[in-house]
């Protein structure tokens, strides 16, 4: 499952059984599948549904940046740490491996066009049109999120895993709002079916 959400993956339509399937006849394999191709993972780690954020930062010389993760959880409690990952050949590497500070929105279902947006290399400018505003440590903040959290870059904590960069930080600003989050969940955006409250 790759950290950013992949145009390929949000491209993905009818989730039928036929496009998550695998070469692997796991029904009838008593210890389980041995297929670790990165498509049979990524089908099969498709099936845990995550939440849908936005991590945004702005690099030394004042260009904001950001992208669309699935990868974001939380590490700590005391000390406050979140951790998110990125993919290695991402074009943003450098930009987050380097900075100072981030920010993760967790967005509403509302939202899902921004997701879309951040998560597209064809949109030269994300932020353009964007509702932002500077939080004290220099990071671009999203409007409208459910949840921001302003995090200081834990660099020591941070390392190379695999083909990812995983991303330690240590929240230093918090903000919510009332919302239903999005989800990201078999290749497609959905929403959590919330029961809806009595009328009085």
């Known amino acids: 499952m790759s950290a950013c959400l992949a145009p390929e993956a949000l491209a993905v339509q009818a989730a ?10 796991c029904d009838n394999a008593p210890w389980g599948c041995v297929d670790l191709q990165p498509r049979t993972l990524r089908n099969l780690l498709g099936s845990y549904p995550t939440g849908v954020a936005i991590v ?3 690099t030394a010389d004042g260009r904001s940046v950001g992208l669309t993760i699935n990868s974001f959880a939380s590490l ?28 993760i929105h967790i967005l509403p279902r509302e939202h899902e066009e921004l997701a879309k947006r951040f998560a597209s290399p064809a949109v030269p400018d994300k932020f353009a049109g964007v509702d932002v505003v500077d939080a004290p440590e220099g990071v ?12 200081a870059s834990e660099a020591d904590h941070s390392r190379h895993a695999g ?16 919302g239903t989050p999005l989800v990201f969940h078999a290749g497609r955006f959905t929403a959590l079916d919330l029961p809806q409250p009595a009328a009085a």
């Open 56 to 58: 945004t930062t702005r």
């Open 76 to 103: 700590s409690l005391d000390p406050p740490l979140v951790l998110w990952s990125l993919v290695n050949h991402s074009p943003n590497l450098a930009a987050f491996r380097d900075c100072t500070h981030f920010a």
């Open 140 to 151: 671009p903040v999203l409007q409208g999120a459910v949840t921001t959290l302003v995090c």
């Open 16 to 25: 039928s059984p036929a496009a998550n399937a695998t070469d692997c006849d």
């Open 163 to 178: 083909d990812h960069l995983l991303m330690v930080g240590r929240v230093v600003r918090t903000h919510s709002a009332p």
